[in-house]
């Protein structure tokens, strides 16, 4: 049963940090964090596989860090040196792979992130 849950939003200062996570991952191989900012798309911002391979979007690349916990159902997203413009919704998401891309089957329901200057 995959049921996402996310946690750990909050707000926070420019320069701070925070820590989200997101569990009830079940059985599934491929787990994602993303954002959607008032007014904006919504974008990838760390992906994660089962074999550990990650990947980080540009703009957070060096700041955040994905990590599954081994032997829990969670994945978390360690998120330093905030910046205003990582404010958001973020969202957990997980899936499987088909034709050896990840398909986020999964989506929970989202936990807000302020950065204020």
């Known amino acids: 049963q995959v049921q996402l849950a996310e946690s750990g939003g909050g707000s926070v200062e420019v320069g701070g940090s925070l820590r989200l996570s997101c569990t009830g991952i079940?059985?599934?191989?491929?787990w994602g964090w993303f954002r959607q900012a008032p007014g904006k798309e919504r974008e990838a911002v760390a992906l994660i596989d089962d074999k550990g391979t990650t990947t980080y979007s540009d703009n957070v690349k060096g700041r955040f860090s994905i990590f599954k916990e081994t032997g829990e159902q969670r994945v978390s997203l360690q998120m330093n040196s905030l910046k205003v413009g990582d404010s958001g919704m973020y969202y957990c998401?997980?899936?499987?792979?088909?034709?050896?891309?990840?398909?986020?089957?999964?989506w929970g329901q989202g936990t807000q992130v302020t950065v204020s200057s």
């Open positions: 998401a997980a899936g499987f792979y088909y034709g050896g891309n990840c398909r986020y089957d999964y």
């Open positions: 079940g059985i599934t191989y491929c």
